[in-house]
């Protein structure tokens, strides 16, 4: 599978992080405010869950994932770990929950591997927007027990 080449994949990255942060608002409106947990369904598709892991006075850092049934188990396939700067208005990929921890890469290995996280983290919120996905506000009695 060939690989995607941007010309400055730094600047790249950044431009990345920034449109997954305007995303992630249409996605969550009500992104700042948000409780533990939250669940967004739509029809027969997947659920999509959200968990705020920690908040900071300008950062959140949240975990998304797939809701899929294995048999009777459920399976939170992806879950990918992300950080909210609220001040700079970007999100930045962690890591992919599911899959084993790498040791962090050096050099422009790790620039490849966050411009990949983050890249993926952009389409993944392409498609749940495309596909209409959306968390209701905090306040919404259907997340009362979540």
Same mark, same amino acid.
Request: aromatic share 10%; with cysteine.
């Given at each position: ?7 400055? &994949?730094?600047? @790249?990255?950044? *431009?990345?992080?920034? @449109?997954?942060?305007? !995303? ?13 947990? /939250? $669940?967004?369904?739509?029809?027969? &598709? ?6 705020? !892991? ?10 998304? @994932? ?5 048999? @009777? ?7 990918? !770990?992300?950080? $909210? ?6 999100? *930045?990929?962690?890591?992919?929950? *599911? ?6 890469? /050096?050099?422009? *290995?790790?620039?490849?591997? !966050? ?28 997340? /009362?027990? $979540?």
């Amino acid at each position: 599978m060939p690989r995607l080449k941007p010309a400055n &994949k730094f600047r @790249s990255l950044q *431009e990345i992080c920034e @449109s997954n942060y305007r !995303k992630l608002l249409r996605l969550i409106p009500h992104l700042p405010r948000l409780s533990q947990r /939250a $669940v967004a369904q739509l029809g027969n &598709k997947p659920t999509l869950h959200l968990e705020l !892991k920690d908040r900071g006075r300008y950062t959140m850092t949240l975990e998304l @994932s797939y809701c899929l049934r294995h048999g @009777s188990q459920p399976v939170f396939e992806p879950a990918l !770990k992300f950080r $909210v700067y609220l001040d700079a208005r970007m999100v *930045e990929a962690l890591g992919d929950c *599911e899959r084993a921890i790498q040791p962090t890469p /050096a050099g422009p *290995e790790a620039l490849e591997r !966050k411009w990949l996280l983050n890249y993926f983290l952009a389409k993944w919120l392409d498609h749940c927007l495309y596909h209409g996905y959306r968390f209701a506000a905090v306040d919404d009695p259907a997340y /009362a027990d $979540v």
